[in-house]
């Protein structure tokens, strides 16, 4: 039920890594997609095959994407450098536990997933982090040297953003840096799940975008609303610039906190390419409009889209689990 690509692809400026192979896995509730990373950080793999719900499921569906890769490219699991995980959840990357994970049907007791696997694999470094870390890793990796000091903010249900300063992970003494969801900007804002009020989540997030133009004909949301404002619809126009205003507000906060070269756009809502950046890129401007200050800081060059061709959550993945100390 697994496709493998052996096709190797480049990275372009991909930073050296310490030795050897290692593979990365982006742990979905559908779907796991790996990624099998080489000695110089070029993809040489790829499988994409379906999550099985529960501790031991993701264990077993884990560790048929790590053969899958590693049996493609002739390489026993236990040679590998590293392997490293990324999921959508509540994680302690010091003993790689999942601590809770809704969408993978973990909950409740923490599971050592790392531990699981490695005992399956020899001993071999494995590395479990958030979806969101492993994503920014791996966009900075796709950025090469220039991507060192980069912000990856996701837009999905929820928002908020991985960073990377200096080529390492930022979590914060709480695992909370890059929670910027959460920063209130209206407090007679909407109730937010956080329990606070007006939070640029309930604004500038997938969710909240879907819950003010729903799909009519069942397509994503975002796609029917920017196709109504391109049309001209004038609710759909000023749906979709309060949306990149708030976006914009977004990046703002992010590149006033940590003045990072680049603020990386990903998650669902980026499915809708240019005509996303366009907007959040008019809104940078419109903002700095009034300010010399912001307006040296050039944010509108600094916001990007992760890249359609890269699977950078697997690719971050990879990297972590190589530079893992077991
Ligand atoms: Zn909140």
Request: a negative charge; charged letters at 15%; hydrophobic letters at 45%.
């Amino acid at each position: 039920m697994s496709e493998v690509s052996t096709a190797a692809s480049s990275l372009g400026e991909a930073a050296a890594l310490p030795g050897g192979h290692s593979v990365g896995l982006d742990v979905g509730g559908t779907k796991v997609l790996g990624v099998l990373l080489g000695p110089d950080g070029a993809i040489e793999g790829s499988v994409k095959l379906p999550t099985v719900r529960g501790p031991q499921g993701v264990v077993s569906s884990a560790a048929q994407a790590v053969r899958s890769l590693t049996d493609a490219a002739g390489l026993a699991p236990a040679a590998l450098a590293g392997l490293g995980l990324g999921v959508p959840g509540l994680v302690d990357p010091e003993s790689g536990s999942v601590m809770h994970a809704v969408n993978l049907g973990i909950e409740g007791e923490p599971f050592g997933l790392a531990h699981e696997l490695s005992a399956l694999f020899g001993g071999i470094p494995v590395d479990v982090d958030n979806d969101l870390n492993v994503a920014a890793l791996g966009a900075s990796h796709a950025m090469g040297p220039d991507g060192q000091d980069l912000a990856f903010l996701a837009l999905g249900t929820g928002l908020a953003a991985g960073i990377v300063l200096g080529g390492q992970l930022r979590r914060g003494v709480s695992g909370a840096a890059g929670e910027i969801g959460h920063i209130p900007i209206n407090p007679e804002g909407p109730l937010c799940a956080c329990g606070q009020r007006g939070c640029v989540e309930t604004y500038a997030s997938g969710t909240a975008l879907s819950a003010r133009w729903p799909s009519r004909f069942g397509r994503p949301a975002p796609a029917e609303l920017f196709e109504a404002a391109a049309a001209g619809d004038s609710e759909a126009l000023r749906i979709r610039d309060e949306f990149a205003a708030a976006v914009a507000s977004a990046v703002r906060i992010l590149e006033l906190t940590v003045d990072v070269r680049h603020v990386v756009l990903g998650g669902g809502v980026t499915g809708l390419g240019q005509p996303l950046l366009d907007v959040v890129r008019s809104a940078l401007v419109a903002q700095s409009s009034t300010s010399p200050f912001l307006s040296s800081l050039e944010l509108e060059k600094r916001v990007s889209l992760a890249p359609s061709d890269v699977p950078v959550a697997a690719v971050g993945a990879a990297i972590a689990g190589r530079r893992k100390v077991s």
